[in-house]
């Protein structure tokens, strides 16, 4: 839901008040984890994130699977929600959960998916989907109809211009699914989580598009869900184009409606 705040809009020298500013929600999310069998149940609190209020159950899916903590959706086994802030996933008994390899500190704000890592090797999670070389070759005019494609399902950034957004698209351009949240990890996220749910993991034929700029935390996400080809309106840092080289994950930023930038693996687009 969205929250409402009196504004005080100003353009040039003049001013007039919005009594209902609609502005995009954001709060925190504990995830606690319960491991081992049901009669030796253990509970451990996994990492406090903040989010956009919404399809939390699907965030936390794929938060546990960027995480390498679970690989399919049978791994968990129920996902309990005690409160709006709180959010409790059983694991199956076979699930093996090292509590020191997943440590954080602090708070996850929503425009850090890396924060509160103790030490590198945390940073590091090997995919268990690999992406075909040169597959699929997508054309680089259904690239550049992406992102109007995009903002016309922002329902969220229509109405408060204040929020990121993950989209899936078949090679051919058709959207398949969407995510918006105030972070950008977040909204990747809760669409890995809502395709592990699907089942329609790996992501071997399709396109990601992400809104803002191409992070580290965003190439490691879509390698592990097994996506060829990660799109952003925004720009690749230098660690994510590096990833992205490792993963075999074709990288594309600054894509609008009549140019892109092509930083790793161009044969895939035509």
């Not at 020298?13 to 999310?29: C, K, N, R, W």
């Not at 093996?96 to 945390?122: I, P, W």
């Not at 097994?226 to 994950?249: D, F, H, K, R, V």
Request: one cysteine or more; glycine letters at 8%.
């Amino acid at each position: 839901m969205l929250h409402l705040h009196p504004t005080i809009r100003w353009e040039g020298a003049q001013s007039a008040s919005l009594p209902d500013d609609p502005i995009t929600p954001e709060a925190p999310l504990a995830i606690r984890l319960l491991t081992g069998t049901r009669t030796a149940r253990q509970s451990q609190e996994l990492a406090v994130t903040m989010r956009t209020p919404g399809a939390d159950e699907d965030l936390v899916r794929g938060y546990l699977f960027a995480e390498g903590i679970i690989h399919k959706n049978a791994d968990i086994l129920q996902i309990r929600c005690p409160s709006a802030a709180q959010v409790e996933v059983v694991l199956a008994p076979e699930v093996v959960f090292t509590a020191a390899q997943h440590a954080r500190y602090g708070v996850t704000s929503s425009s850090c998916g890396l924060c509160g890592k103790s030490t590198l090797e945390q940073i590091d999670h090997l995919s268990c989907y690999y992406p075909v070389p040169n597959h699929p070759v997508v054309a680089a005019s259904t690239l550049y109809q992406l992102p109007a494609k995009l903002q016309q399902q922002q329902s969220l950034f229509s109405q408060t211009g204040g929020i990121h957004a993950a989209a899936l698209f078949s090679a051919s351009g058709d959207l398949l699914l969407i995510r918006e949240d105030v972070g950008r990890h977040n909204a990747l996220d809760k669409l890995v989580g809502a395709a592990l749910l699907q089942g329609t993991l790996p992501w071997r034929e399709c396109i990601l598009l992400v809104s803002g700029r191409l992070s580290y935390e965003l190439v490691q996400k879509a390698a592990m869900a097994g996506t060829p080809l990660l799109a952003a309106i925004g720009a690749p840092s230098s660690l994510a184009i590096e990833l992205a080289e490792q993963s075999g994950l074709t990288l594309v930023g600054f894509l609008r409606s009549n140019r892109l930038n092509c930083y790793t693996f161009p044969a895939r687009i035509r």
